[in-house]
């Protein structure tokens, strides 16, 4: 009985993180996981105007209303960061994807807006 409930309990540590969904972090967990993985997919979501203002360094534009369309241009093999302004938008696409069976989502709830306000570097 016990190696019955041990294994359960093991089946079910394994499946939670792909049951939880994206995950939200902030601007500053961010910036630490982009330091520690090189090979994100950074996707912003917001419209093209407010790209072309600022963006993360290396992020991939699709506006979260061309999103439906194109999110076949999203790589299923790596971790997902999304991010907005200030995370309203990236919330729905995070979650999303999650359910569509890509493994690593992450939402940035603070948005752009978080991430230049805690002096990090942006793309003109």
């Known amino acids: 009985m016990k190696k019955l ?38 996707l912003d979501v917001r419209t093209t105007q407010e790209n072309s203002q600022a963006r993360l360094p290396g992020s991939v534009l699709i506006p979260i209303a061309e999103f439906e369309r194109r999110s076949n241009e999203v790589p299923k093999n790596k971790t997902i960061l999304v991010y907005c302004a200030v995370g309203s938008r990236s919330k729905p696409v995070a979650e999303y994807l999650s359910k569509s ?23 003109r």
């Open 5 to 42: 409930v041990m294994a359960v309990l093991m089946v079910c540590m394994a499946w939670s993180p792909a049951l939880a969904g994206a995950r939200d972090i902030s601007s500053l967990e961010a910036k630490t996981l982009l330091e520690k993985n090189k090979g994100i997919f950074l």
């Open 101 to 123: 069976g890509y493994k690593d989502v992450y939402n940035m709830t603070d948005g752009i807006v978080g991430w230049f306000r805690n002096g990090f570097p942006l793309q």
